[in-house]
């Protein structure tokens, strides 16, 4: 079975120090894990995506996340938060079981402070 | 380049009145999804259909019925509406199932208040 955890539910950070938030994961398979963000009263973007190729997946807007087997995680990160990044982000796992269908994570809501 | 289109965007109901929401993609997908967003609860699948006139259970399915005559069209009925549906809906639609390998698209969601 699949699953998704999301270890912060609320990040606050100062505009241009870096973001990390934390996504762990659990799969039986070779996951295709992804990270969206959701700007309020919006839809959900795909921001990156990791499908068994590079560890490091680079995304739009500067962010990036690293796939760790090992530690079953793919936490997000940025070098430098602005202000534009503050939303709410999901962490999806889809391993072809759970009849097909994706795993969301809680969400993690980031703040950015001036 | 439209992508995925819900309506409507806002709705108030009675408890008991029934509504439909309807999604419309023009991307070709053969899947989609309809997806109920809650404060703190991430997206939580309702029903999903893997192609025209197909459609199958999700994680909460019950007090929602769906319909997929179309390819490009998803529509989520309340039959009955009740206050615990009030929510954030959104729909989706991808190239394979599940977003395996492949990205979901969302519409920009239909915010449902019942009272």
């Known amino acids: 079975a699949q699953s998704v955890t999301q270890l912060d539910s609320h990040v606050s950070v100062s505009e241009g120090t870096p973001v990390l938030l934390r996504c762990n994961y659990s799969s039986s398979y070779s996951p295709s894990l992804f990270w969206y963000v959701q700007h309020p009263n919006k839809g959900l973007q795909l921001l990156l995506k990791?499908?068994?190729?590079?560890?490091l997946v680079k995304g739009i807007n500067g962010f990036e996340a690293e796939f760790k087997k090992s530690e079953t995680s793919f936490h997000l990160t940025k070098p430098s938060a602005h202000m534009s990044d503050a939303a709410e982000y999901f962490c999806v796992v889809s391993d072809g079981t759970n009849a097909g269908k994706s795993t969301f994570g809680d969400g993690t809501t980031l703040t950015v402070k001036p | 380049n439209a992508g995925v289109t819900q309506t409507p965007k806002f709705r108030v109901l009675k408890t008991g009145q029934s509504m439909t929401l309807l999604c419309a993609q023009d991307?070709?997908?053969?899947?989609m999804y309809w997806y109920r967003q809650d404060p703190g609860m991430g997206l939580r699948l309702i029903h999903y259909s893997v192609g025209e006139g197909t459609t199958a259970k999700g994680e909460v399915p019950d007090g929602y019925n769906v319909s997929r005559l179309k390819k490009q069209n998803f529509l989520l009925g309340l039959e009955s509406a009740a206050p615990s549906q009030t929510s954030v809906y959104f729909c989706a639609s991808s190239y394979s199932l599940g977003g395996l390998n492949t990205e979901a698209f969302f519409g920009q969601g239909t915010r449902l208040t019942v009272v």
């Open positions: 990791y499908t068994s190729a590079a560890t």
């Open positions: 991307m070709n997908h053969e899947y």
